[in-house]
Every structure is written in C-alpha cells, then in structure tokens.
C-alpha cells in the first residue's frame, strides 16, 4: 500500500493542534524528562572533564615509590625502613623496566628563600631533569636545569609561579640571584601555573633544584639518600605492568623472601585519579537514571492521553477504515502522532535542558559539559518512549472493528 | 494497493473479454447461501439464513425489512465491513468472501462508496478534505486528489462550499458531501444506509435525486437500505428481508421521480443554508 506520510504527518499535527493544552502537558512529561537528562548528565559529565584535567596535569600515568612499608609496616621494619630506597634502584628501574617513560629520585628540603628584603618559606624538592616531562608540567619562563647541573649539584633553582610572584613582584626573575639556607641560587626557570590540586592545596607554592644539589648543599649528608622516586609509565595501560614490574625488581633488589612484606610502597597516582573517575562516572550514571525514570512517566502520560484520544476518535477511525484505511495505516497514524508528541517535547526538552545547564555553571561555578552524545542519547530515548508508549494505543486504534466504531457514539 | 490505483473500475468492455466474462463482470454482486452467525455469549444468533441474491450494473436496489430482520447484517456484508459466517460473495466477479481485513480495506477503498445516515464526515475538516479521504488511502498525489475532490463536490452541487466544516453545513449539505466522498474514486456501488433517516423530506428527495441522477447518468449502481416505502419507491427493484432470509424481490411499478416530485412540492422560502449546526445524530 502507498503511504502517504505526508497526509500521515499533517492529520496527526491538526489533531495535536486541536487539544493545544493537553498536548502541552502531554509533552511537558517529555520536555521535563529530556530536560532532566541533559541537565542533569552535563553537570555529571562537567566534573567528569574536570577530573580528568587534574588527572592530566598531576603528571601523565605518575606513580610514586616510597621507602618502608608506612601503612602496613609492623614493628620489625620500624626505623630502617625509611632509607631502603637507593639511587641506585632508580636507575635500575629505568635501565631495566621498558615501559618506564621516565624516573627522578625525590629528596625534600625546606627552606627560607630571600631576595632583597622579600623572603618566602617554601618546600623544595630535589629532582632531576625529567621533573617537567614526569609531573606534565611545563616551564613558563626560562629553561629546566640539565643532567649537567644535576651531575655538578649547580645552585640553580627552578621557581613555582606562587613563589615567583612573591619573591619577584614586577620583576623578571630569570638570572637573579636568591639566597636558599644562606646559600646563594641562581633563579633559571618559573614553572607555568599550575593551580589547586585535588585536596585544595596550591601546587605553584613550591620550587625545584637537582636532587644532587639538595643532597651536598642543602642537606649536607655524608652518604646521600633519597626520600622517594618518582616514575612515570609509557601509558595509563602500562601503569599496571610497571607498577608489578617495579615490585618485582625492588624486591630482588632488597632481596626479599617470597612471603615477606614489602620495604617499599608504591603509589600509583593514575589508580587514585581513576576512582575519583569512577566515582563521578557512577554519579552521572545515578543522576541519568534518575531522569530517565521521569522521562518514562512522560511516556506513560503519552500513552494515556493516545488511549484518551483513541476513544474519543473510535468514530473517525470507523470512518477511515470504511473508506479504505488498513488497519498498518490506522496504526501509523496514531503512532505518529505519539513519534511527533515525543520527539518536539524531546527537541524543547534538550533546548532548556542545556540552558539549565549553562545556567548551572555560570551561577554555581560547576562545569557543565552538554556533550552531541547526551543530546543524541536523549533523543533516541525520547523516540523510542514514543514508539513504545505509542504502540498500544496506535494497535488498539487498528484493532477496531469498522461496524462498532461507526456505530460509536 | 498500487496496482489498483491506475485500473479503471468499469474499463470499456472489449472485444477480447467472452460473453461469460462481460456477463461476470456486470454482475456487480453475486451472493451464494450467505449465513452470518453471531455468538453473544452462548447464545448464537442466525442473523442471515441463506441468502442468495444477483444484483447488475446500474440496478438501484432498495433493501427493506424490519430491524432484526437481517438488512444491517446483509449491508455489512455487502459492503465487506464482516465476513459471512458461511456462503460465498462474488464482488464484481471476484470472492472476496475469504479476503483478510488489510484486502477488505482496498476493495472498500477502490469498489464501494458508503453513505450513512449520520453522515459520518470526519469533524473540524473541510469539506474538500472529506471527499479526499478515500483518494489518501489509495495512494493519489495531492494535487489530483484536490482536483478529483473538487469535482465530485460539483457533482453534488457543493462547488461553494469546499471549505466549509461539516458543522457549518446544513444536514442535507453533509450529506451531499458524504455522497460526493463515496463517489469520488469511481466505486462500482454505492451503498447508502438510511441517507434520508436524519433528513427532512423536501432535502430527503433532494438527496434521491441525486443518486437517482448518479445512477442514470453514471451507470452507478446503488443499493439503499432503507424502512421508509417512499423512499424505496424512487429505486428500480426492492428486495425486502425477515428473519434473516430474503421475502419478497419484485420490480418497482411506479418508480418515482424525484426531479419531478421536487417540481410539484410547494415552493419552499428555507434553503439549506438557513438550517445550519444540525446535529449529527
């Protein structure tokens, strides 16, 4: 049979316009429903995207190695433990672990900076030139000390944009000469901004020399040691085999009997970072659910208000199938009209749904992310609630027998 | 459908076509011992008893009887809105006493004109777009189904009032829309069902007139259910029903006229257009 969908279309548009005010409420279930959805997953996929930034910026696929087995570490492991981490298992680390991207001893200090009458209390951490590459972290003026001033334990010292501000307020930094522990250091680089961290803390309040500097200069030891080690892997899909190959090869190294506990922690930052994730994943998931429940009761208020509309029409029906309408055509009609309530309350629904949004992250500072797919998603959700609250409905409108619906009174 | 749509409800008999066929074709109803049966719980109810019955091209039939006396029942059949419990109908040659609902659906869309006594437009739709109806259903592009429509209101003397709704018409002029619907997709019968039963007389044998004027000029047959005898006078042959079988069928002798009986009725100062918002039912 020729359908002609655009008779289909037009006599299904006339009937909605004729109950302008049921159909308005019949699709504010839907435009509530949609609306809800997009909202409601832009806000979760917003905090999503921000997680994922903080993930990126603490350094790409970071792990850190720390000596003695602080959480789990009974009384036999007690003082020695701290100094088990050696050089010495960096290097090894890196000569023999392939899908270690990068590695830097850790040594931290603390110290008074000055320059001029500004002065600046701040952590320092000693590292080696791989600093920027294993933490993502760029350098915003000047250039990152070398290997070669990391060998020759050079004064040079690289500044965090907070420390910089403080110390150099409307000055150039780069090549002035500040005082660390009495020692004179030449300032060589400011690292970019880089903000908060995940618990709030300012990251740019900090500031970098070679770790051999702050080993011999600072901390004056006799035999060097090192406080932790700072690795990062090739890929977030490698940090699991180098965190176990890492285990490994220190355990070897410390020689370990099998069935002995650790002397050694390591902390993968990325499985940190991937339960917040995970966290925020399930709440957009909660959150979408939640939404989509309302969206099914706009659904169901569709079916009642086609019920509705079938009995009322049961008369113009018998009326279409004495002249000719089959019984597919009949079906069609009501499930258009149904397909067209669901997918304008769908397109209305996105429409304010993105400017709640919008709203939400100008007026509450949340990020908010209305993404193609939650958009694309709500859509085929509201097509499919309208084919499947629409069905019944359109099967019972061609169901009618044509004697009793012409008779209908 | 498709295939329907371009085949011409009467193609001029050729040569090629045996007398059998031709005879066949002109023979728009043939029913064979038709039984309808209906079931109301475990009552069963012998609404049709057997009923044979011819009727040609271009015969105007009145079916009359009493109610229960099977006319609805047969009408239904007829129009192929209900299956016979047994019998065969034979539809301008063809048995369409097995067809499914979606094959009823095309042959009342392509063989048979309906008029009801309640008219039966669809409300808050020009009168054009009633009459375009059947022409949506069998597939006709927009613009030809305009014109088609159009034309059958002409027919029936409603070219003004196309756009009007059907309750801003006066009951004969929904009607006369009903008529033009049924005729617009070249039926090969129309089957009226009380078209008079809502009327007043002097818009009644307006009504007849109508189809009496089909039915000669056309070649349309007809066949109207109806339980007024005048009514049934302006038909060519009246067939009258009891208790499910058929009890008389004779020739009408004095068939009336209805251009004639409108002439001698007194002048009337009403028109249609004064009795407006007449209710359906």
Known sequence: MKMNLLAILKVAVRALNRNKLRTALTMLGIIIGVGAVIALVSIGQGAQAMIQDQINGMGTNMMFIMPGNVFFGGASLGAGAASTLTEEDVEAMVKEIPTIAAASPIVRASGQLVFGNQNWFVQIQGANANFPLIRNWKVDQGDFFTDVDVRSADRVIVLGKTVADKLFPGIDPIGQMIRVRNLPFRVIAVLAAKGQSMVGQDQDDTAVVPYTTVQKKLLGQQIPSINQAMISSISQQASAVTEKQVSELLRQRHKIQPGQTDDFMVRNMTDVAQTSAQITTLMTVLLGSIAAISLIVGGIGIMNIMLVSVTERTREIGIRMAVGARPNYIRLQFLTESLVLSLVGGFVGVLIGGTLASLVSRVLGWPTLVSALSVLISFAFATAIGIFFGYYPAHKAAALDPIEALRYE | ?281
């Open chain 2, 1 to 281: 459908m498709s295939s329907h749509v371009e085949t011409d409800p009467h193609p001029p008999l050729r040569g090629d076509l045996s007398q059998e066929e031709k005879q066949e074709r002109d023979r728009v109803i043939r029913l064979e011992r038709i039984h309808k049966i209906y079931h109301m719980g475990d009552i069963e109810v012998h609404a049709l008893r057997g009923v044979s019955l011819e009727i040609s091209r271009g015969e105007f039939v009145a079916i009359m009887g009493p109610s229960g006396s099977g006319k609805s029942t047969m009408m239904n059949i007829i129009g192929c809105l209900d299956h016979p419990t047994r019998g065969q109908y034979f539809l301008e040659g063809a048995d369409v006493s097995k067809v499914n609902k979606a094959g009823l659906a095309d042959i009342r869309n392509k063989s048979i004109g309906f008029v009801f006594q309640s008219f039966n437009l669809v409300p808050r739709t020009s009168a054009v777009e009633n009459v375009e109806l059947p022409l949506i259903y069998a597939g006709v592009p927009a613009a030809e189904r305009t014109r088609r429509a159009r034309a059958a209101l002409a027919e029936v003397g409603l070219a003004e009032r196309e756009r009007s709704m059907p309750n801003q018409l006066s009951g004969g002029q929904q009607q006369r829309v009903a008529l033009a619907r049924s005729l617009v997709n070249n039926p090969a019968l129309i089957l009226a069902d009380e078209p008079t039963g809502a009327l007043d007389t002097r818009t009644s044998i307006e009504v007849m007139e109508i189809f009496q004027r089909l039915n000669r000029e056309r070649n349309l047959t007809v066949i109207l259910v109806t339980h007024e005898p005048d009514i049934a006078q302006y038909a060519n042959r009246i067939i009258q029903f009891r208790d499910g079988r058929i009890r008389r069928d004779f020739a009408v002798e004095n068939r009336k006229h209805a251009g004639e009986v409108l002439t001698q009725l007194p002048p009337e100062t009403d028109d249609d257009d004064e009795d407006e918002f007449v209710s359906h039912s």
